[in-house]
């Protein structure tokens, strides 16, 4: 069923479209794509059906900025946040006003739907009206803090992100460096680090996505194993979820900017999927290496013995995939 992507895309702004609409549009029969519907809310009600149109539901509770700072009072003198309905991307729009002169606050956007959100390598990540957590935050480094390797931020926001995660229940969600979350093989979310330099100051921001509860025959069908929260057992409150990330990656960050990574990496090579496990790295010139994960070095990079010998890799160098059997 290739076409049950487009068709959340096509219902992507929740209006009503009519199904024979639908069915010419997706090269499909009314029959099959009704079918496909009824599978699709086998768990849940994820596309209602009412008047011979088709509609996506809400499948969790609005996201709210004062039910978020319900959770999180003590962050409301340093933080100001944003929610939008839609947006191309929460990063891209920080990333144009960052870094701001004289920011006294740092800035929380939240999207409820991204159409141009962005992952590793500018792959496009999938955001659905009340399925997924989309969000960035941004921060304006001043001269004391611009000469520290920031490159490590996107390994620290994941452990942030695991540590809120963990409090609410959630189970067998780990790393994968650089900055994928996991709930055992499967992709659950990611992070997007990006900075911008102007004279002496950085702006910072840091983008996270997390698949709250999406249907599963829409998980099947995309270019790689994903699960959601909805998976790990855990509770699906997005303003709670948002409220605990906030205070994890505020406390972590704020560590990370003042101490470096160095204090991190025990804590990163627990959580990392793929330690200690053998594993091809795939590197820009196409050239695949074969080596034990070794942890991570005290820039962010992954180290890797090859046949004896450590070798470090950068953030955005490689693609990993666990060798069969490790």
């Given at each position: 069923?290739?076409?049950?992507?487009?068709?959340?895309?096509?219902?992507?702004?929740?209006?009503?479209?009519?199904?024979?609409?639908?069915?010419?549009?997706?090269?499909?029969?009314?029959?099959?794509?009704?079918?496909?519907?009824?599978?699709?809310?086998?768990?849940?009600?994820?596309?209602?059906?009412?008047?011979?149109c088709?509609?996506?539901?809400r499948?969790?509770?609005p996201?709210?900025s004062?039910?978020?700072?319900a959770?999180?009072?003590?962050?409301?003198?340093?933080?100001?946040?944003?929610?939008?309905?839609?947006?191309?991307?929460?990063?891209q729009?920080?990333?144009?006003?960052?870094?701001?002169?004289?920011?006294?606050?740092?800035?929380?956007?939240?999207?409820?739907?991204?159409?141009?959100?962005?992952?590793?390598?500018?792959?496009?990540?999938?955001?659905?009206?009340?399925?997924?957590?989309?969000?960035?935050?941004?921060y304006?480094?001043?001269?004391?803090?611009?000469?520290?390797?920031?490159?490590?931020?996107?390994?620290?926001?994941?452990?942030?992100?695991?540590?809120a995660?963990?409090?609410?229940g959630?189970?067998?969600i780990?790393?994968?460096?650089?900055?994928?979350?996991?709930?055992?093989?499967?992709?659950?979310?990611?992070?997007?680090?990006?900075?911008?330099?102007k004279?002496?100051?950085?702006?910072?921001?840091?983008?996270?996505?997390?698949?709250?509860?999406l249907?599963?025959?829409?998980?099947?069908?995309l270019?790689?194993?994903?699960?959601?929260?909805?998976?790990?057992?855990?509770?699906?409150?997005?303003?709670?979820?948002?409220?605990?990330?906030?205070i994890?990656?505020?406390g972590?960050v704020?560590?990370?900017?003042?101490?470096?990574?160095?204090r991190?990496?025990?804590?990163?090579?627990?959580?990392h999927?793929?330690?200690?496990?053998l594993?091809?790295?795939?590197?820009?010139?196409?050239?695949?290496?074969?080596?034990?994960?070794?942890?991570?070095?005290?820039?962010?990079?992954?180290i890797l013995?090859?046949?004896?010998?450590?070798?470090?890799?950068?953030?955005?160098?490689?693609?990993i995939?666990?060798?069969e059997?490790?």
């Amino acid at each position: 069923m290739e076409w049950i992507g487009s068709l959340f895309s096509r219902l992507s702004d929740g209006c009503p479209v009519s199904i024979d609409s639908l069915s010419m549009s997706l090269g499909v029969d009314r029959n099959t794509l009704l079918m496909g519907v009824e599978k699709i809310n086998a768990d849940h009600t994820f596309i209602s059906c009412v008047e011979n149109c088709l509609t996506l539901c809400r499948v969790t509770e609005p996201i709210d900025s004062e039910k978020i700072w319900a959770h999180s009072v003590d962050l409301k003198s340093d933080y100001v946040i944003d929610v939008v309905d839609e947006t191309g991307s929460t990063n891209q729009d920080l990333m144009a006003c960052a870094p701001t002169i004289n920011a006294s606050k740092k800035r929380v956007l939240i999207a409820e739907k991204q159409n141009a959100g962005r992952g590793t390598k500018g792959r496009s990540w999938i955001s659905i009206p009340g399925g997924s957590i989309t969000f960035s935050i941004a921060y304006t480094l001043d001269r004391e803090t611009t000469s520290l390797n920031i490159s490590p931020l996107s390994l620290v926001a994941g452990l942030a992100v695991i540590h809120a995660l963990k409090e609410l229940g959630s189970r067998n969600i780990t790393l994968k460096w650089p900055n994928d979350l996991m709930y055992r093989d499967s992709k659950i979310g990611g992070i997007l680090v990006e900075a911008n330099r102007k004279s002496d100051r950085v702006g910072v921001v840091i983008g996270i996505g997390l698949n709250v509860h999406l249907p599963q025959l829409l998980m099947d069908v995309l270019d790689q194993p994903v699960a959601d929260l909805q998976s790990s057992g855990m509770s699906l409150d997005r303003n709670l979820i948002i409220a605990k990330i906030l205070i994890k990656v505020d406390g972590m960050v704020s560590s990370f900017l003042a101490h470096g990574f160095s204090r991190f990496r025990g804590e990163y090579d627990a959580v990392h999927r793929f330690q200690d496990c053998l594993i091809h790295l795939r590197v820009p010139d196409n050239e695949l290496i074969s080596g034990k994960v070794a942890g991570v070095g005290d820039s962010g990079e992954l180290i890797l013995d090859v046949a004896g010998t450590k070798r470090a890799f950068l953030s955005g160098e490689v693609q990993i995939q666990r060798i069969e059997g490790s």
